[in-house]
């Protein structure tokens, strides 16, 4: 079992950054994938970015260039860095997390782009 809390959402203006994270625990060696998805009111859940246990990444494409995922090993936690933040960003981030034939996931946490 694993378990994913997010945190660091929030309200902020466009064109601001905003840095989640997300902190895994339980049986975390089985993880081979980790990310973020986020979903918009009415909307379906989108892929925002990925990191793999080799440290490969890969973003959506309307985050390129404004969005680093990163994977602290350590601390067992994969934050994403979210610069020049658009209204259409706003919804909720939801983490997940990887093993070999299951996708955990994270409550979500809100984010909200506005002025």
């Known amino acids: 079992q694993v378990q994913l809390v997010e945190s660091g959402g929030g309200l902020v203006q466009p064109g601001g950054s905003l840095r989640l994270s997300c902190a895994a625990s339980?049986?975390?060696?089985?993880?081979?994938?980790m990310g973020w998805y986020r979903q918009a009111l009415g909307k379906e859940r989108e892929l925002v970015a990925f990191i793999t246990s080799g440290g490969y990444t890969n973003y959506a494409d309307s985050v390129k260039g404004r969005f680093t995922i990163s994977r602290d090993n350590a601390k067992n936690t994969v934050p994403l860095q979210m610069n020049s933040l658009k209204p259409e960003d706003t919804g909720v981030y939801y983490c997940?997390?990887?093993?070999?034939?299951?996708?955990?996931w994270g409550q979500g946490t809100q984010v909200t782009v506005s002025s």
């Open positions: 339980g049986s975390i060696s089985s993880i081979n994938v």
């Open positions: 997940y997390a990887n093993e070999k034939f299951r996708r955990y």
